[in-house]
């Protein structure tokens, strides 16, 4: 708990309601793995370690249950989300879906800028040396190329798709090989896009978030 206290500081100073700085610590503690899948989060210890009230608590898990790193069991009350087999084929394909009609709305306006930035992000993400760097690298290497989508609802629902799997991601990005061939893939995205060859790149895509699902699958086992 020593863990989840120091992370609840290191969010305290933003701008928002304690239920979602509660709700960031533990997003955040689930995700190094403090808590792990299937494990019970008790309002009471959780209330009592935060000095907040167990509605805040509560409601901070509500918010994390939004997000499918929670899951609400009756009788059992707020668990860690333990992902199954269907539950990742689901997210994957829904994922391929959106990212795909993401990136085909983007890359006709994308510029030379956009461009040389996400080339610059494949160059930071190879030089990172912490999990936490390379997981956020990845992140915007993808965000900025589906920001000149201009669809904010859209990016919100595959945010919510991600962190449901952040846990995993965070495990597969520790193994060297994982890294080295997810770059070689966004070096590919990223030559497909400059061609516009918008066919081509979500096929790529496409392929690049099924073989995570399909690693993602492989850890459940």
Not at 35 to 63: H, M, N, W, Y
Not at 66 to 74: D, L, Q, Y
Not at 80 to 106: F, G, N, Q, T
Not at 186 to 210: F, M
Request: glycine share 4%; with cysteine; proline share 3%.
């Amino acid at each position: 708990m020593d863990e989840l206290i120091s992370l609840a500081q290191a969010v305290q100073d933003r701008r928002q309601p304690i239920s979602g700085v509660v709700a960031d610590a533990l997003r955040e503690a689930i995700f190094r793995g403090v808590f792990k899948p299937g494990e019970p989060l008790r309002q009471d210890a959780i209330a009592k370690q935060f000095s907040v009230s167990q509605v805040t608590v509560r409601e901070a898990l509500r918010l994390l249950g939004e997000e499918g790193v929670v899951a609400i069991v009756p009788r059992r009350g707020a668990i860690v989300a333990c992902l199954s087999d269907d539950d990742v084929h689901e997210i994957v394909e829904l994922r391929v879906m959106l990212e795909s009609m993401l990136l085909a709305k983007a890359i006709p306006r994308l510029t030379k800028e956009d461009f040389d930035r996400a080339e610059q992000i494949i160059v930071e993400l190879d030089a990172a040396k912490t999990l936490d760097e390379q997981l956020s690298l990845n992140v915007d290497f993808h965000s900025h190329l589906y920001a000149k989508a201009n669809r904010p609802r859209t990016l919100a629902m595959l945010e919510r798709l991600r962190l449901a799997l952040e846990p995993y991601l965070r495990m597969l990005w520790s193994r060297s090989q994982y890294k080295s061939d997810s770059q070689a893939d966004h070096r590919e995205i990223l030559s497909l896009c400059r061609a516009g060859n918008t066919k081509g790149a979500q096929r790529l895509l496409a392929s690049h978030i099924s073989q995570t699902g399909d690693e993602i699958v492989k850890l459940l086992h």
